[in-house]
């Protein structure tokens, strides 16, 4: 699966963006799907996760309540819907996929994703 993400931007602080992931090559119904971040010089660090079938997500604990996760299998694409964006959010965000079985399963680390896109840039300015 090829994964393509935008959306991102430079944005204000407390301010929000929609950030897309369009998946192609595979019937994307068949992956679940995982946003994660890179700032300059940190971790690459778990965001948001949802399954195939998008009745299950999480979220590293420090965003839940802004941040949403969603996808539309229909459109072959995932979500991620950010609010109140904070300068600590600035980084690349990139989305992940892997391929499930289970329409419930859930992955948060790194290793527990086989596809990458290439990444969006989110910058939030004080």
């Known amino acids: 699966v090829q994964l393509q993400a935008s959306g991102g931007g430079l944005v204000q602080a407390g301010g929000s963006l929609r950030l897309s992931c369009a998946a192609s090559?595979?019937?994307?119904?068949?992956?679940?799907m995982g946003w994660f971040r890179q700032a300059p010089g940190k971790e690459r660090e778990f965001v948001a996760a949802?399954?195939?079938?998008?009745?299950?997500?999480d979220y590293t604990d420090s965003l839940t309540g802004r941040f949403t996760i969603s996808r539309d299998n229909g459109r072959n694409t995932v979500y991620l819907q950010m609010n109140s964006l904070k300068p600590e959010d600035s980084a690349v965000y990139y989305c992940?996929?892997?391929?499930?079985?289970?329409?419930?399963?859930?992955?948060?680390?790194?290793?527990?994703?086989?596809?990458w896109g290439q990444g969006t840039l989110v910058t939030v300015s004080s």
């Open positions: 992940a996929a892997a391929r499930s079985v289970d329409m419930s399963t859930i992955g948060t680390t790194r290793g527990s994703y086989d596809y």
């Open positions: 090559g595979r019937i994307f119904s068949s992956y679940r």
């Open positions: 949802i399954s195939r079938s998008g009745g299950i997500t």
